[in-house]
Each structure stands twice: as C-alpha cells, then as structure tokens.
C-alpha cells in the first residue's frame, strides 16, 4: 500500500513538473510574441494562462490592458492584473500597483496604499521599487522626507544596477549629514531581501 501511494505522488510530482514546464514554454512564446509587436498572439497566450494563475502573465496582461496593446485600453483591468500578480507576491506586480496609487493612474491618489506595495516590492530586491522609494523619501512626495532612508534604497538600488539611482544618491548624500549618512549605512548593512510569502502585514487588498 505504502509503495502504491509513493508511486502515486511519484506521479503527481512528475505531471506538475510538466505542467509547469508547459506554463513557463507558453509563457516564453507570449512574451516573444509582445516583444515583437505581434499583440494578437501574445494576447491568445497570456490570457489563459493568466486566468490560470500564472503571476508572470497576469504582470504581461495588465501592461497590455494599461498600454492598449492588443486590447482596448483599460486602466481598471490593468489595476486588476496587476493587483492578481501582487497578491501572489510578484515584486514586479506590486511595483505597478504601488506606482498606480502612489501616482493616481486611473484611480484616486493613495500615497499610502502605494508605499505599502512598493516596500513589499522593494523588501524583495526589485530595483525599480528601490529607486522609486528612494525618490519618494528624498523629495517628500508621497511620504514625510527620510533622507536616511532615501539613502537606503538608492544604495540598495544602486547596488542592482539601476542607472539613475547613483544619481538621485549623490543628491542625497549632499543634503545629509555625516551621521545621517551613518545611520543608512548601518540599515543598508542590515537590510536582507525577503523572499515571496515571508514578508509581514500581508492583509492584502
């Protein structure tokens, strides 16, 4: 009985495999088709899997809906996908709808709901969160002004290879003072990315 049931889930485990190799290959196939234009084909791809729960194709999806790629342009379906995508833990879905409420794009400006993605997205390594971060809390826009912590997302940032983020830091560090620059130094030390599903407060919305 005991050999039946490991051959079972032997099975199980095989088929998922496949399964997902499929995803990722189809999704490959969307992606190269978006990449060249063909919208038509990239749409037939990604929409399915998307409905499957594929985060990577819910991300492709919104920018599709929020460009007019292919589709009808529509910022509340974009919100959608993208909001599908975050609450899976996609960094790169919770950049978007950070950026959304954080700027007002097709919704009522939220500063609030938008940092909260954006540090979601950020705690996981995306560079473009990090960058955004940074700009927020060295111009006060959106947030009370932080240099410190301005300086610690540009550097985290920095250290990812975003191209403006070294300049946005220089700015920074002009303004601080030595022991402001300190402190930063001692967050950017301590700071450790935190993989999808581990992050805290995650009532999302």
Partial sequence: MRRALHRCLACVFVISLSSLASVVSDLDTGKRAYEQGDY???????????GQGSADAQV???????????VQKDLAEALKWYKAAANQDNA????????IYLMGIGVSRDPVEG???????????????????????????????DLVRANMWLVLA????????????????RQMTAEQITRAKTLVAAWKPQPSGAQNGREHK
């Fill in 40 to 50: 038509k084909t990239a749409l037939g791809i990604v929409a399915p899997l998307a």
């Fill in 158 to 173: 920095s250290e990812r290879g975003d191209p403006l983020a070294p300049k946005l830091l220089v700015d920074a560090q």
């Fill in 92 to 99: 790169e879905g919770q950049f978007y709808v950070g950026s």
């Fill in 115 to 145: 940092l909260k993605w954006l540090e979601r997205s950020a705690n996981q390594g995306q560079s473009d969160s990090q960058v955004l971060l940074g700009m927020v809390y060295l111009t006060g826009n959106g947030a009370a002004r």
């Fill in 60 to 70: 492709l999806l919104a920018t599709m809906y929020f460009k007019g790629h292919g």
